[in-house]
């Protein structure tokens, strides 16, 4: 029997406790559900959960998120995650190739992110997809200290 592929789909402002959960899992501090309920319900969100119907979690198969918000022709990617369990199996990967066409679908030209510049994996990530850093924010993050990169990458 073979494993059925890894999919995405979009996800609903009434899921936010779930995906509260979820980021909580992927970070050392979850985004409230309230929070991501007006960020996915709100003007220009949009949330994508990777699943993987085979992952045997109670919690049910998301093993990723991304959430996006556009505004007016330009979009940032607030948040990515994926479970420890699942990283390097191209979960990330598929998210944010996904939350580039789905912010280029809506119009916008370019799309912004923030990493931690001691976050290697995820700043590969991004490079690969084609961002580039477009700046710096020293000691943005106030529990470790590490600096902000901001990135960019234009979709037209």
């Not at 998210?95 to 931690?116: C, D, P, S």
Request: aromatic share 6%; charged share 25%.
């Amino acid at each position: 029997m073979t494993t059925p592929p890894m999919t995405l789909r979009q996800a609903k402002a009434d899921e936010a406790g779930g995906l509260s959960h979820l980021h909580g899992r992927c970070f050392d501090e979850a985004w409230s559900a309230d929070f991501i309920a007006r960020v996915v319900g709100g003007p220009g969100g949009i949330a994508l959960a990777a699943v993987d119907p085979d992952n045997g979690d109670p919690d049910g198969g998301d093993i990723g998120f991304a959430f996006v918000r556009v505004t007016a022709d330009e979009a940032e990617l607030l948040s990515i995650g994926v479970l420890p369990e699942w990283r390097d199996g191209g979960a990330g990967r598929l998210l944010v190739r996904a939350a580039i066409e789905r912010a280029r679908a809506t119009g916008a030209v370019k799309i912004h992110l923030e990493v931690a510049d001691d976050n290697h994996p995820a700043r590969a990530l991004y490079n690969a997809a084609g961002f580039r850093q477009v700046g710096r924010r020293p000691g943005y993050y106030d529990k470790t200290g590490a600096d902000a990169l901001t990135m960019a990458l234009d979709l037209i």
